[in-house]
């Protein structure tokens, strides 16, 4: 029986926690409407890589793989450390669980700064949501950039070809701002939850016996993980 006690006060049986469960289905009904947002942006997408096919294929090649990938890493170790930050909090270990979290914080500001770089480039070449002057030209062995009225006319476009390729390449990089840019709000959103989190566990709100909120705050946290590791193959690896 003592061991049994000495087992429930190191890992207690969260369930009996008031209004535990009601928080859990709560926050999965909300996970669930953040997914019907952004599938309905995948289904757009989609059709629209349907019917332009080549032009999305050319435009994603003015998208950076590696800044992409360098932010894929640094979102799964991000959901590392989260996944950690719940465990320790369960473990009624609070030093480790602010570590935890505060390195979430970490992983998530190098997100956003790898993406200020990346939204500064495309800037910089003239390259916005629903108005791309400039791509990189996919037969230079440099990327080099080219204006895409020049490209169209060095391949001999013209008539419905060459207005199908500006819309084609524009619809590519508003898919790519709008869908980038409301997942970097998420991002924002998550950073914001996670570091509310980290302040009240070092006010000692949490410990083994609640952290409810930890629990569903690191769950929010993995959705945006979750919807990242879409977003890098669809826009970055695409061809």
């Known amino acids: ?97 602010n570590i935890f979290l505060a390195t979430t914080l970490v992983f998530a500001s190098g997100f956003l700064v790898v993406k200020y770089f990346e939204y500064s480039g495309k800037f910089e070449h003239n390259i916005g949501p629903g108005n791309a002057e400039q791509i990189v030209d996919p037969t230079s062995p440099d990327k080099a950039y080219i204006k895409v009225s020049d490209y169209i006319e060095r391949e001999g476009l013209v008539g419905k070809a060459a207005d199908d390729m500006v819309k084609g390449i524009n619809l590519f990089f508003t898919y790519y701002f709008v869908m980038t840019a409301i997942h970097g709000l998420h991002v924002l959103i998550g950073m914001t939850v996670i570091a509310i989190l980290l302040y009240k566990n070092i006010k000692g709100r949490y410990s083994h016996w609640y952290y409810t909120p930890i629990e569903n705050g690191t769950l929010y946290w993995h959705l945006v993980d979750l919807i990242w590791i879409y977003l890098f193959p669809l826009f970055y690896l695409v061809r």
């Open 1 to 97: 029986m003592a061991d049994a006690h000495a087992i429930r006060d190191t890992h207690p049986v969260h369930e009996e926690l008031g209004g535990y469960e009601g928080a859990k289905m709560g926050m999965w009904l909300f996970l669930a409407t953040e997914l019907l947002l952004f599938g309905v942006l995948f289904a757009g997408f989609a059709i629209f890589h349907g019917k332009f096919v080549e032009e999305f294929k050319l435009a994603h090649f003015s998208l950076d793989p590696l800044m992409g990938g360098v932010n894929t890493v640094i979102l799964i170790l991000s959901s590392l450390t989260a996944v950690l930050a719940l465990d320790s909090v369960q473990r009624g270990k609070k030093k480790l669980t």
